[in-house]
């Protein structure tokens, strides 16, 4: 099953910065695509996160807001791997 992690992300945004940063480091072991989403390309995009960023989103679904945990987004991803 592929894996799509989001970082919903925007300009000048230095917690995004980071956030790119560990999901980067956690590609590395996963068969998974990063896809980034600049917020204010979309104006409903914009409007329902604002401030709100970043956002990671694991095959469509939000699990980090603001800071992304590297040990719990591999425990995340884990449990979406076959055994």
């Avoid at 590395?28 to 990063?34: N, S, V």
């Amino acid at each position: 099953m592929p894996i799509t992690l989001e970082i919903l992300t925007k300009k000048d945004c230095g917690l995004c910065d980071e956030a790119k940063i560990i999901v980067d480091r956690v590609l590395e072991d996963y068969p998974a695509r990063l896809v980034i989403t600049d917020i204010e390309c979309d104006g409903d995009l914009f409007e329902k996160y604002k401030e709100r960023i970043p956002v990671l989103k694991i095959n469509g679904e939000e699990h980090f807001v603001f800071k992304v945990h590297e040990i719990t987004l591999r425990k995340k991803l884990d449990k979406i791997l076959p055994a």
